[in-house]
């Protein structure tokens, strides 16, 4: 370690001097945390940090960290080493993490096939070795770091387990990283645990110490399907949020019904408390979808905050979930949206009509925004990216607030009308329907 050399030299000579002098001026000048996961019964663990029991109660994403403390979070995770040297108010993310006193469980992304990475190719797989061990060499004295997550579904979001080459790599990379850095944990992170995954995983990446699950609906069963399939190492539920656009009905066009804010405040609510009560001691912590937006099948899905910044009741179901209490204000509490239009097919140039129904806790006043969007046509896999559809401002021919009327576009095809309330504190809710123009 850093420190090691430093303490071999003369606090008064030169060579002490420059090489405290590069330390501070590069950010390096830290000592680590000791992480260590503790069995403490059969099929119950413990994860410590410098001895104190921790238990993730995190988030994927580093939006608006300052707001993750307040709500009772401690921890974060990341996808890819670059978010490393992300700074936020000048400093590098670590940096800000731990002046915040979060632990982040840093990512160090994985070649997926369906991207074009090939696991039979040696030169491909060396270069990918040797980022590893850089990576982990760079950043493993950093006091932030909760542990390594090696890897994000890489296996394929649709795959069941079976490419064996896959896991022995990853076996392959986690050594090298423990070779590197003993004093955290290595965690890799699949996509829920179905087919042979858990039974390939056991079978041929014995180096793993904690097994990541992105798991949506099925979320609050993970522990105890792992206990049925032989698991006997932790794990951690590293995506959970609503249910996914595959998990809902559809219209008879095919369009995924999304749930509304308030649903899915229940749904993030209901999955923390039953992970940890039916985790079976398995369960080292969670970390909830997503801290942030994203364009996923709509603009609205995933994201816990809308892409204007305010956050949505997810946080607050967060916040009440991490320590009892909801936020001091609270976002506005959508109770329906209806229309005639709602999973129907209408004609073109039609005016319709929706109205919705929201309450405020505190009676601020509120913001409510009318948007009609195409439906979505560049659906990818995995949370690849996706570009937004185009929205339509010129249909909305009449906003009363709670109810509007809208045209029905003139082209033929799929259509969502949205609704967004805003309080003037930070706090929205969002829903949608899908409507097909015939």
Same mark, same amino acid.
């Given at each position: 370690?850093?420190?090691?050399?430093?303490?071999?030299?003369?606090?008064?000579?030169?060579?002490?001097?420059?090489?405290?002098?590069?330390?501070?001026?590069?950010?390096?000048?830290?000592?680590?945390?000791?992480?260590?996961? %503790?069995?403490?019964?059969?099929?119950? =663990?413990? !994860?410590?940090?410098?001895?104190?029991?921790?238990?993730?109660?995190?988030?994927?994403?580093?939006?608006?960290?300052?707001?993750?403390?307040?709500?009772?979070?401690?921890?974060?995770?990341?996808?890819?080493?670059?978010?490393?040297?992300?700074?936020?108010? *000048?400093?590098?993310?670590?940096?800000?993490? $731990?002046?915040?006193?979060?632990?982040?469980?840093?990512?160090?992304?994985?070649?997926?096939?369906?991207?074009?990475?090939?696991?039979?190719?040696?030169?491909?797989?060396?270069?990918?070795?040797?980022?590893?061990?850089?990576?982990?060499?760079?950043?493993?004295?950093?006091?932030?770091?909760?542990?390594?997550? !090696?890897?994000?579904?890489?296996? /394929?979001?649709?795959?069941?387990?079976? $490419?064996?080459?896959?896991?022995?790599?990853?076996?392959?990379?986690?050594?090298?990283?423990?070779?590197?850095? &003993?004093?955290?944990?290595?965690?890799?992170?699949?996509?829920?645990?179905?087919?042979?995954?858990?039974?390939?995983?056991?079978?041929?990446?014995?180096?793993?110490?904690?097994?990541?699950?992105?798991?949506?609906?099925?979320?609050?069963?993970?522990?105890? /399907?792992?206990?049925?399939?032989?698991?006997?190492?932790?794990?951690?539920?590293?995506?959970?949020?609503?249910?996914?656009?595959?998990?809902?009905?559809?219209?008879?066009? *095919?369009?995924?019904?999304?749930?509304?804010?308030? $649903?899915?405040?229940?749904?993030?609510?209901?999955?923390?408390?039953?992970?940890?009560?039916?985790?079976?001691?398995?369960?080292? *912590?969670?970390?909830?979808?997503?801290?942030?937006?994203?364009? %996923?099948?709509?603009?609205?899905?995933?994201?816990?905050?809308?892409?204007?910044?305010?956050? !949505?009741?997810?946080?607050?179901?967060?916040?009440?979930?991490?320590?009892?209490?909801?936020?001091?204000?609270?976002?506005?509490?959508?109770?329906?949206?209806?229309?005639?239009?709602?999973?129907?097919?209408?004609? #073109?140039?039609?005016?319709?009509?929706?109205?919705?129904?929201?309450?405020?806790? %505190?009676?601020? &006043?509120?913001?409510?925004?009318?948007?009609?969007?195409?439906?979505?046509?560049?659906?990818?896999?995995?949370?690849?990216?996706?570009?937004?559809? &185009?929205?339509?401002?010129?249909?909305?021919?009449?906003?009363?607030?709670?109810?509007?009327?809208? #045209?029905?576009?003139?082209?033929?095809? &799929?259509? #969502?009308?949205?609704?967004?309330?805003?309080?003037?504190?930070?706090?929205?809710?969002?829903?949608? =329907?899908?409507?097909?123009?015939?």
């Amino acid at each position: 370690m850093k420190q090691n050399l430093l303490h071999r030299l003369s606090p008064r000579s030169s060579v002490f001097s420059l090489a405290i002098a590069a330390l501070m001026s590069a950010g390096t000048l830290f000592a680590g945390s000791d992480v260590k996961i %503790e069995k403490t019964a059969p099929h119950k =663990f413990e !994860l410590r940090v410098d001895g104190q029991p921790f238990f993730a109660n995190g988030v994927g994403g580093y939006n608006n960290l300052p707001m993750l403390k307040k709500m009772g979070g401690n921890c974060f995770r990341t996808w890819g080493i670059e978010s490393l040297e992300e700074r936020i108010d *000048g400093k590098p993310l670590l940096d800000y993490a $731990e002046s915040l006193g979060l632990k982040v469980v840093v990512g160090i992304w994985i070649g997926h096939e369906r991207h074009g990475f090939d696991y039979t190719d040696e030169k491909q797989l060396r270069k990918q070795r040797k980022d590893v061990e850089n990576a982990v060499r760079k950043y493993k004295d950093h006091p932030a770091i909760l542990m390594w997550g !090696l890897g994000n579904e890489m296996e /394929g979001p649709i795959s069941d387990g079976s $490419e064996i080459r896959i896991w022995k790599e990853l076996n392959r990379l986690a050594k090298i990283v423990k070779d590197e850095d &003993p004093d955290h944990p290595v965690m890799t992170v699949i996509a829920g645990i179905g087919g042979h995954k858990v039974k390939n995983i056991i079978e041929y990446y014995p180096e793993i110490d904690v097994l990541g699950v992105n798991a949506y609906a099925s979320a609050p069963g993970v522990g105890g /399907g792992l206990v049925e399939q032989g698991w006997e190492k932790p794990f951690m539920l590293t995506e959970f949020g609503p249910s996914g656009h595959w998990e809902v009905g559809h219209t008879s066009w *095919g369009a995924p019904i999304e749930p509304t804010s308030r $649903e899915k405040a229940a749904s993030y609510f209901a999955t923390q408390k039953r992970v940890i009560e039916e985790g079976q001691g398995l369960c080292l *912590g969670s970390f909830a979808f997503l801290w942030s937006h994203k364009q %996923e099948t709509t603009a609205t899905w995933y994201g816990m905050f809308l892409p204007s910044g305010e956050k !949505l009741g997810s946080v607050d179901a967060m916040s009440y979930a991490w320590n009892g209490e909801f936020p001091d204000n609270r976002s506005p509490k959508l109770i329906s949206l209806s229309s005639p239009a709602d999973q129907k097919r209408v004609k #073109r140039n039609s005016v319709q009509k929706a109205q919705v129904e929201v309450r405020d806790a %505190e009676g601020d &006043p509120l913001k409510i925004e009318w948007v009609v969007t195409a439906e979505s046509t560049d659906r990818q896999t995995g949370g690849d990216h996706e570009t937004t559809p &185009p929205s339509f401002p010129n249909l909305i021919k009449r906003n009363g607030g709670e109810s509007v009327e809208f #045209r029905a576009p003139s082209k033929s095809g &799929p259509y #969502r009308l949205f609704v967004y309330i805003r309080d003037n504190a930070g706090g929205a809710a969002t829903a949608n =329907f899908p409507f097909y123009v015939e």
